[in-house]
């Protein structure tokens, strides 16, 4: 399996299983968002990968989606998302995880203006086994 997606499965199932992040969004964590979504919700986002010295680098973002709890509930799930991978121990299939790594965070109302957007960003690096 390649690196990418090997850390991808690992993600959504550390999110799938965290408690803290359960009683926020329930089992609303989305790799393909469904049309009948219910808020809040999260969604794997995008993500970059290249070359790194020995394994690969990658870039992901998690997107939460907040409507009613605004701004303030989408924090608090983006806190939840990052307690449950900044520094994770991750055991990935035919890859190391090196490192998982906090990169950044924003939110914005997004142009229905009644829904907020929650963007956290995460750096790995992962090397071949």
């Known amino acids: 399996m390649n690196a990418d997606l090997a ?27 469904p049309g009948d979504a219910g808020f809040p919700h999260l969604a794997l986002g995008e993500n970059e990968t290249r070359d790194w010295p020995g394994g690969t680098e990658h870039r992901l973002a998690l997107h939460v989606f907040s409507r009613g709890g605004g ?3 989408a924090k608090r799930v983006m806190g939840a998302v990052n307690a449950a991978l900044h520094d994770a121990s991750l055991t990935l299939e035919d890859h190391a ?10 939110t914005r109302r997004e142009a229905d203006g009644i829904t907020w957007r929650g963007t956290i960003r995460f750096r790995a690096v992962t090397e071949e086994l």
């Open 71 to 73: 701004r303030a509930e």
């Open 97 to 106: 995880l090196v490192n998982l790594r906090f990169l950044d965070g924003t």
């Open 7 to 33: 850390l991808q499965k690992v993600v959504y199932a550390r999110l799938a299983g965290d408690a803290a992040l359960a009683a926020l969004v329930a089992a609303r964590i989305y790799d393909n968002v």
